[in-house]
């Protein structure tokens, strides 16, 4: 598989502008984690990459959990007595409390205020909230617009239902030449929150659309589901296939100017945590790394003890950290197009580490091979990486007992997997090295 570096300049740079505009288009859409703008969400997902939309009807279960009703809603405002709508839905969805129930009728202000959520901190901003699991209505508001309703009673209007249905999910499979899998999994059920989590909707569909035309040792799922219940239910239907998961990242909150984080997989010693500590270590950039927790993401349920999967979360700044987190700040004004496309190369990077980090044999591991009759040494005059590389030769030749991958060499050595890879393939066209596993099959 071509390195990142072999990915189309033109592509890569406008990568960044390519999720953007797609965080754009779907940034209006009202989600949830049921419903018909999560379905909205996943055909306009669809017309870029072929994913499979699966359909799960509420009342089914997935272990400890049961897929709930399915909500929609068609409009909810709260109307002063002159008619105008002071608090509506038609100009922002977070207005609504996510899952609310469907209500109608004139309340007190007093009972108004019971069913208002605010954020005293940030007065200007509207939170995000959600009820999914209790049944409530609501409304979200700035503290300031709270503060100047004054009227001794409102109109309230939730139209709005939540009855049998289903739970949407999308799976994008991309085969390779194996069936262990490498896993990337988003969640998809916020409304109109851009880097939490349309940054991570958008990454995830660039990078399977990227690797459809890839000829890749791995085989790649990408998962478009809503967070929590969706991983779930996905776990749920597919326990036999859990095992070919090799590999598995949870992308999230990717386009805020932040720095990127990594949160390691329960396991914390995988080899996924390995190679995303790899890139950001040699990336030059300032980088933070988390241990796991049992919050966050969908990590939580890929790393459930029952599971324990190799699943890892590259994000940038992680959630609840930045003061935009779950409120109407988190809009098209604080992601980034170079924000998106430098955690787009990151995922790339770790991508082309898992790809090729085999295990070599040195063919003549008894004293160094002599380089210099075979053009190997001191052929790279000029070249400002000479020294590099040259030392990438010594390190494979030296470290390819069949024992360690070309990750061990970068560990080790502190040289980037990209040049110990381009470095073996030499000392393979010289005979001097050979693939582990095509050793021992001779
Ligand atoms: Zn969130």
Redesign the pocket.
């Known amino acids: 598989m071509n390195s990142p570096g072999h990915v189309g300049d033109l592509l890569l740079s406008n990568s960044g502008i390519w999720m953007y505009r797609f965080i754009e288009e779907l940034y209006p859409i009202c989600r949830s984690i049921t419903g018909e703008g999560t379905r909205e969400t996943l055909r306009r997902i669809a017309l870029h990459v072929p994913i499979e939309i699966h359909e799960v009807p509420s009342g089914t279960k997935a272990f400890d959990w049961t897929v709930p009703k399915e909500w929609n809603v068609r409009d909810a405002y709260v109307r002063n007595k002159a008619g105008d709508r002071v608090i509506d839905f038609r100009k922002s969805n977070l207005h609504l409390l996510n899952y609310s129930i469907p209500f109608r009728g004139k309340v007190s202000l007093e009972t108004l205020r019971e069913h208002l959520f605010t954020l005293p901190g940030q007065s200007e901003l509207i939170p ?1 909230r959600t009820s999914y699991y209790k049944e409530n209505w609501g409304f979200c508001v700035s503290q300031c617009l709270a503060e100047a309703l004054q009227e001794p009673e409102y109109d309230v209007c939730i139209d709005a239902d939540l009855k049998d249905g289903s739970l949407t999910y999308g799976e994008c499979f991309v085969p390779g030449n194996t069936d262990q899998e490498v896993l990337f999994s988003c ?1 998809i059920c ?1 409304p109109s ?1 851009c880097n ?2 349309l940054s991570g909707i958008a990454l995830t569909t660039w990078l399977a659309r990227y690797l459809q035309k890839k000829n890749s040792r791995f085989s790649y799922r990408f998962l478009f589901v809503p ?1 929590t219940i969706g991983a779930i239910v996905w776990l749920s239907r597919n326990e036999d296939l859990v095992s070919k998961i090799r590999h598995g990242l949870v992308v999230a909150c990717v386009g805020d100017p932040g720095k990127p984080t990594y949160k390691k997989s329960r396991r914390g010693d995988a080899e996924i945590d390995r190679a995303v500590l790899h890139v950001l270590r040699t990336s030059g950039s300032q980088f933070t790394v988390r241990e796991f927790t049992p919050y966050g993401y969908d990590e939580r349920q890929y790393c459930s003890p029952g599971f324990d999967l190799p699943v890892g979360s590259l994000t940038r700044t992680p ?1 609840g950290e930045y003061p935009e ?2 409120t109407s700040a988190d809009n098209l004004g604080l992601v980034r197009s170079e924000s998106l496309s430098d955690s787009l190369s990151l995922y790339l990077e770790v991508i082309d580490i898992l790809e090729s980090n085999s295990t070599y044999m040195n063919l003549y591991p008894k004293c160094e091979p002599q380089l210099g009759k075979r053009g190997l040494y001191r052929i790279l005059g000029g070249d400002p990486n000479a020294g590099e590389r040259e030392m990438a030769l010594l390190w494979i030749l030296n470290m390819s007992d069949g024992k360690h991958s070309l990750l061990d060499i970068g560990e080790r050595s502190g040289l980037t997997v990209g040049c110990l890879r381009e470095m073996a393939d030499l000392l393979m066209e010289h005979g001097l090295l050979a693939k582990s596993d095509l050793v021992r099959a001779r």
């Open positions: 995000y969640h916020h929150l939490d989590n967070g959630h987190y779950h």
